[in-house]
């Protein structure tokens, strides 16, 4: 995304995440999409501030994060769909069990090199895109539990 203002009125950020994964898991798997929507979402971080002592309180993210569930078919097939839009301003990120089994970033980027889409399984996905475009393809998810 480009340096914009976001806006809750205008954007909308979501994790979609295996349901059917363990609570450590769908906790792992969150970090992992949040760090990445963190990097590459311009200004999603806001400025730190200041409490009453003075001491400060790093920037948290301006946006709600909500974090909702879905088989793995859904997943890919939202993940699919959010390709298939080419939205300029989209940030869409992936976690596939290729990166949950890799050890290491270079055993991952090896076995991301080799896989076929098919052989892709997708077990959570971050979208930070316009609102309308996520509420009309996760608005029939519910919240993860």
């Not at 205008?10 to 990097?39: E, F, R």
């Amino acid at each position: 995304m480009g340096t914009e203002t976001l806006s809750s009125a205008t954007h909308k950020c979501v994790l979609v995440i295996d349901n059917a994964q363990p609570t450590g898991v769908v906790a792992n798997i969150a970090s992992v999409l949040s760090m990445t929507l963190g990097c590459k979402v311009d200004n999603i971080v806001s400025h730190d501030v200041y409490d009453k002592q003075g001491k400060k309180h790093l920037g948290i993210t301006q946006l709600p994060i909500p974090i909702l569930g879905a088989s793995g078919d859904k997943i890919k097939e939202i993940y699919s769909h959010f390709l298939s839009l080419d939205l300029d301003n989209a940030v869409l990120v992936d976690f596939s069990t290729i990166a949950q089994h890799a050890r290491t970033y270079d055993e991952y980027e090896q076995a991301m090199a080799e896989a076929n889409d098919d052989e892709l399984h997708y077990i959570g996905i971050g979208i930070c895109a316009e609102k309308k475009a996520v509420n009309k393809a996760t608005g029939n998810l519910s919240l993860i539990r």
